[in-house]
C-alpha cells in the first residue's frame, strides 16, 4: 500500500497550485508522489484568480472534479463556454482544445489516463487572452 499524509499534500499546496499524487513525474516537486506508471492523480489549488494556459492533451483523458470554488472551461473548437462549481465534474477526452480560467479559493481535484506528459499549448488569439484576463 502507498499512502500520502494529508498534511504533507496541504503543506506542499501553500507553495505550488499543483501538486501530482500519483504518477510517472519526470519533474522534481516537493511532494513525495506515488509511482505509477499508468495514470496521474494530482490537486491544482488556485489561491486567487488564474487562467492557465489553453492547451490539449493527444493521449490522455482528463477527469476533474471541482473539490470547492467555480471554474470556467472554453471549449475552442465549440466556441462554448462551461461554468463549473462545487461538486462539478467534466471529462476532457484527447484532442480537446480548451482555455480555462478558476475562481478564487477553487479547489481540483484532476486524474489523467494514461499519465505522462501529452500536454499541447495553443497559441492565443486577442479573443481568447480577453477572455482568460478576466472573470
Known amino acids: 500500500m502507498a499512502f500520502i499524509d494529508g498534511r504533507e499534500i496541504q503543506k506542499a499546496l501553500t507553495d505550488s497550485y499543483r501538486v501530482y499524487l500519483c504518477g510517472d513525474l519526470k519533474k522534481p516537486q516537493d511532494l513525495q508522489w506515488i509511482h505509477d506508471e499508468k495514470n496521474e492523480l494530482g490537486l491544482s489549488y488556485y489561491k486567487q484568480f488564474t487562467a492557465d494556459q ?18 470556467k ?38 486524474f489523467k489516463s494514461p499519465g505522462g506528459n501529452d500536454k499541447q499549448l495553443i497559441d492565443i488569439d486577442e479573443k481568447l487572452k480577453d477572455w482568460l484576463s478576466v472573470w
Open 54 to 71: 489553453p492547451h490539449y492533451h493527444t493521449t490522455a483523458t482528463e477527469y476533474n472534479y471541482v473539490i470547492s470554488g467555480r471554474s
Open 73 to 110: 472551461i472554453y471549449l475552442i473548437d465549440e466556441r462554448k463556454e462551461l461554468l463549473l462549481e462545487t461538486g462539478s465534474v467534466f471529462v476532457l477526452p484527447p484532442m480537446t482544445k480548451y482555455a480555462s480560467k478558476h475562481f478564487d479559493n477553487t479547489t481540483i481535484i484532476f
